[in-house]
């Protein structure tokens, strides 16, 4: 058994209007993620990632705000809060409207605990 804490996170990304706060347990990566207003991450991650589109395999609960999601093929979805997502690699994202979205990624946040945020 073990538990841990967000408010000590094991990393802290924080690029612009962006904060994600991972979290390592013996079972894997989880990780807080709050997108404030006008965040989009092919303006705000895309340089730091050096790829395309997001290439991170995401399973998200939302918590708070809305998030749009386009795949590679054109694919869209929106999220919205009590919504889960699995959301595969190859897509852009970017906050709708006034409120910052907040979720928990249970997801692929191994590749991204690496980055150099």
């Known amino acids: 058994m073990q538990k841990k804490s967000y408010n000590t996170p ?4 924080a690029p612009p209007k962006t904060k994600i706060e991972i979290v390592n347990v013996d079972g894997g990566t ?3 993620s709050t997108f404030e207003p006008g965040w989009k991450w ?12 997001c290439q991170i395999h995401h399973l998200l ?5 809305r998030l749009k999601v386009v795949m590679d093929d054109g694919t869209e979805m929106e999220i919205s809060p009590g919504d889960v997502a699995d959301i ?5 994202a970017w906050v709708v ?13 191994i590749a991204a605990k690496d980055w150099k945020i």
């Open 97 to 109: 409207g006034d409120e910052p979205v907040i979720g928990i990624d249970a997801g692929g946040l």
């Open 10 to 13: 094991d990393k802290t990304m």
């Open 88 to 92: 595969p690699a190859g897509h852009d």
């Open 61 to 65: 609960s939302v918590i708070s705000g």
């Open 42 to 53: 092919s303006e705000h991650i895309k340089s730091t990632a050096d790829t395309k589109t």
């Open 30 to 32: 989880i990780a807080r």
